[in-house]
C-alpha cells in the first residue's frame, strides 16, 4: 500500500521523535532553574543559528527550483520565517542582559553549532523533498520546546510577551508550511524521489545535533 505525503509525513515524525529526556535542559527553564547566563547564551546561538539556517534554507530553494519546483516554496517559507525569527530574537537577548559588546564578543558552543552545520551539508549535496520530510519531523519537537520555553519565561522570569516573541513565533502552528511540506513530498512520492532510509539517516543525524546543541548549554548549569 502506497502512502500518501500526510501519512509519510506523520510516520516520519512518530519515527524520529526523540526520547523526552533527551533535553535536559528544558525541565530547568520549565521549572525556572536555568539560570540567565545560560538563557543568554541560548539567545546568543541562536543568533547564530538563525543566520546560517537562512542562509542554507535560501540554498535549497534555489536548488528546488531547478531540481524539485515543489520543494521550491517550503524552503522560500523557512527563509523567510527565519529573517522574522530573527527580528524577534534581538528582544529575547536584550531581556537576558545581552548588549551589543557582549555578542560582538561572544565565541559560539561548537556543540551547539553542529546543527546548522548539518543542515548546510544538506543544503549542498541532500536530496530536496528527502530535507523536507527530515526538516519536518525535527520541527516537530522544535516547536514543542519552544511552547514550553515561552510559558516558563513569562511565569518564572517575568519576561514581556514582546521578549517571548521568538519562542511563540516557532510555537504556533504553521498550517501554510505544512500544505508546502505535503506538496513537496506528494510531488516526490509521484515521482519516485523519495528515499526512506535517507529521510531517516537525516532525520537522525538532525535530532541528534538538536540534543547535541540543548545539552550543551545545559553543560553550562554545571560549572
Not at 3 to 21: I, S, V
Not at 45 to 67: C, G, K, N, W, Y
Not at 117 to 144: C, E, H, K, M, Q
Request: glycine fraction near 8%.
Amino acid at each position: 500500500m502506497t502512502l500518501t505525503a500526510r501519512e509519510l509525513l506523520d510516520t516520519t515524525t512518530g519515527r524520529l521523535a526523540p526520547d523526552p529526556g533527551t533535553n535536559r535542559l528544558l525541565p530547568l527553564i520549565a521549572r525556572g532553574a536555568a539560570g540567565r547566563d545560560t538563557l543568554a547564551a541560548l539567545a546568543l546561538e541562536q543568533s547564530h543559528v538563525i543566520a546560517a539556517d537562512r542562509r542554507s534554507f535560501r540554498h535549497l530553494a534555489e536548488r528546488s527550483a531547478a531540481e524539485e519546483p515543489a520543494s521550491a516554496p517550503f524552503f522560500e517559507m523557512l527563509a523567510e520565517g527565519e529573517e522574522l525569527a530573527g527580528q524577534r530574537l534581538g528582544k529575547f537577548a536584550g531581556a537576558c542582559g545581552v548588549d551589543e559588546a557582549r555578542a560582538v564578543a561572544y565565541e559560539p558552543l561548537p556543540g551547539c553549532q553542529a546543527y546548522p552545520s548539518y543542515v548546510a551539508r544538506l543544503a549542498l549535496d541532500g536530496t530536496p523533498a528527502d530535507i523536507v520530510l527530515a526538516l519536518s519531523a525535527n520541527f516537530s519537537a522544535w516547536g514543542g520546546y519552544c511552547a514550553t520555553i515561552a510559558d516558563a519565561l513569562r511565569r518564572h522570569y517575568g519576561f514581556s510577551d514582546e521578549a517571548c516573541g521568538f519562542f511563540d513565533f516557532f510555537a504556533e502552528p504553521a498550517p501554510e508550511l505544512d500544505q508546502r511540506a505535503r506538496e513537496a513530498v506528494q510531488a516526490g512520492l509521484e515521482a519516485g524521489r523519495i528515499d526512506e532510509d535517507l529521510v531517516h539517516r537525516y532525520g537522525r543525524l538532525l535530532q541528534s545535533y538538536e540534543t547535541m546543541f540543548w545539552h550543551t548549554l545545559w553543560e553550562l548549569e554545571q560549572r
